[in-house]
């Protein structure tokens, strides 16, 4: 059973570029988190995607955005990157039905912006 | 709104020794409060999560974390340290379960084991 998959796991792109970050959720999960997490710091929520929708927020600009997939799968899309987004880029996956209330995590995208 | 604080963002024991993290939070309503390992260029790991069912919660690898709502607390401990335990610890906090809510996390402990 796979678990949550995320690639690339490295990336360096330059200021004022765009990224995007891909996630496949552990198999039979319908929901899908992204965090970042700064260097000596915890993860900080981004977004949350369920049914194709963005359903919850954080506090992250618009140059932040998502998508959700028929197959539950999720990019992460980053425009105009700044030099502070450098940081690991967590996805987690859940399953909604249930109240499961687990959130799995993948191994991340280490996102270095010069 | 919600927030957690870990006292101590590095925490040093000898093997065998007792282990013990700590985690306070903050939030309006009774929380959803979990414990994750991260190992160096790894994703996080559930230890174990407090649901408001039984206060002292038992996890992997032999933590367990005990919920006390007078002290806003719920610290990891562990009674006997390995040199694998070596990692960095996050306490998270979330209102409406892991699932529906988003994890709101401390800025993490990281644990140093001597031999």
């Known amino acids: 059973d796979a678990g949550v998959t995320q690639s690339p796991t490295h990336l360096i792109k330059t200021r004022g570029q765009q990224v995007t970050l891909r996630c496949s959720p552990k198999?039979?999960?319908?929901?899908v988190s992204w965090y970042q997490q700064a260097l000596g710091q915890g993860p900080q929520f981004i977004f949350q995607?369920?049914?194709?929708?963005?359903?919850q927020r954080g506090n992250f600009p618009d140059r932040f955005s998502g998508h959700q997939f028929p197959n539950y799968s999720s990019e992460l899309n980053v425009n105009a990157l700044l030099l502070g987004d450098s940081a690991l880029y967590l996805c987690?996956?859940?399953?909604?039905?249930?109240?499961?209330?687990?959130?799995?995590f993948g191994a991340g995208t280490r996102l270095s912006v010069l | 709104a919600q927030s957690v604080t870990q006292l101590g963002s590095h925490v040093s024991v000898s093997e065998g020794a007792l282990v013990l993290l700590r985690c306070n939070y903050s939030s309006s309503v009774p929380p959803y409060l979990f414990w994750y390992v991260q190992y160096p260029n790894q994703g996080l790991q559930l230890l174990l999560k407090y649901t408001s069912a039984a206060t002292l919660v038992k996890g992997i690898n032999g933590f367990e974390a005990e919920f006390k709502k007078s002290e806003t607390s719920f610290h990891l401990t562990k009674p006997s340290a390995h040199m694998s335990d070596a990692a960095e610890y996050f306490c998270?906090?979330?209102?409406?379960?892991?699932?529906?809510?988003?994890?709101?996390f401390g800025k993490g402990t990281k644990l140093s084991v001597k031999p």
């Open positions: 995607y369920y049914e194709e929708e963005e359903r």
């Open positions: 998270a906090v979330s209102l409406s379960g892991g699932s529906q809510g988003n994890l709101i």
């Open positions: 198999s039979g999960h319908d929901t």
């Open positions: 987690a996956s859940s399953l909604e039905q249930g109240r499961k209330n687990i959130q799995y």
